[in-house]
């Protein structure tokens, strides 16, 4: 997705701030999948759609206020809100003062401007990266599908919760026996649902090859885990060095705020996966690879 993208769905939820839209509209005005996009849109901006959304609304609903004759009531429901009271506690939370009080020009108000998009330069970096082509792959995985809004979200921790759920009910501990010593590699696999939908599926797993004992696949599947299939793709595959899963979100936004405008390639709406190594380099968290294309 490039920069241009970003700024033109900008430009449709400020042209439609006062209708009933969400990420997936301004999705859908630039011909991405929901999850794609509000992945690229929350890495780049550092919020997701929804929120520049409401900020927006709120933002207007309080110079309305202040300027005009504009009551409570009618602004509450001018910007989207299903009652006043809702309202109210959103305005106060983002003001810090209530829509009673935007009405005295005293008022303190936060002002959240509309969104452009610009390249910086801000200093150079070395991003080490190589483009892989993968034909298609199998998994065996256990999958749990998780909403579009926890991507990026700092205070969301349902994946590694999941990852952690997995560990203590001993269900990937006898997945990895599958395969041969020394190639236990775990595989963190993340995929949209469907073209506009609300959810991705993640899956926690492993690769089936030659070196995966195939006589035990059905039993695994009969009891509850997925078979995941791939299709032939060119990834950009990156190391995330470092302690725990701050290093992956930190690849993720050099991804989308380095990677893509500078080499012209774009992410596809294919599997992207993390692969956590059995043995690994030193400080190595995590390999990230993603599916890409030339722009």
């Known amino acids: 997705m490039s920069m241009q993208l970003i ?9 439609h701030i006062l209708e009933d839209i969400s990420y997936a509209d301004a999705a859908r005005n630039v011909h991405m999948s929901s999850y794609n996009f509000h992945r690229t849109f929350s890495f780049v901006t550092g919020m997701t759609a929804n929120e520049y ?37 959103a305005f106060s939370r983002f003001h810090g003062s209530t829509p009673k009080q935007a009405k005295h020009k005293s008022a303190k108000l936060h002002l959240f401007n509309p969104l452009v998009i610009k390249i910086m330069v801000e200093g150079g970096s070395i991003m080490d990266y190589k483009i892989e082509h993968k034909e298609g792959q199998q998994f065996l995985v256990l999958v749990k599908s998780f909403p579009n809004e ?29 395969r041969t010593e020394g190639k236990r590699d775990l595989y963190g696999l993340c995929s949209p649902v469907k073209e506009n939908g609300t959810h991705f599926n993640y899956g926690i797993g492993i690769l089936i090859d030659e070196d995966t004992d195939h006589t035990k696949l059905k039993h695994f599947v009969n009891n509850g885990y997925t078979i995941w299939k791939t299709a032939p793709a060119d990834y950009a595959v990156f190391k995330c060095f470092g ?24 992410q596809t709406d294919d599997t992207d996966f993390e692969i956590y190594f059995e043995h690994g380099e030193n400080n190595l968290f995590c390999e990230l690879w993603v599916p890409v294309r030339q722009g």
């Open 7 to 15: 700024q033109q769905a900008v430009r449709y939820m400020e042209e």
């Open 150 to 178: 926890i991507i990026n979200d700092d205070n969301d921790h349902s994946i590694p919760d999941f990852w952690t759920e997995c560990f203590k009910k001993d269900l990937i501990g006898p997945m990895k026996q599958l």
């Open 243 to 266: 302690p725990d899963g701050d290093c992956l979100g930190e690849t993720w936004s050099k991804f989308f705020k380095e990677f893509v405008p500078q080499t012209g390639y774009a």
């Open 53 to 89: 959304i409401r900020k927006r609304r709120l933002t207007l609903a309080a110079i309305e206020l202040q300027t005009t004759n504009l009551s409570v009531i009618d602004a509450a429901y001018k910007y989207g809100y299903e009652s006043p009271e809702s309202f109210s506690k």
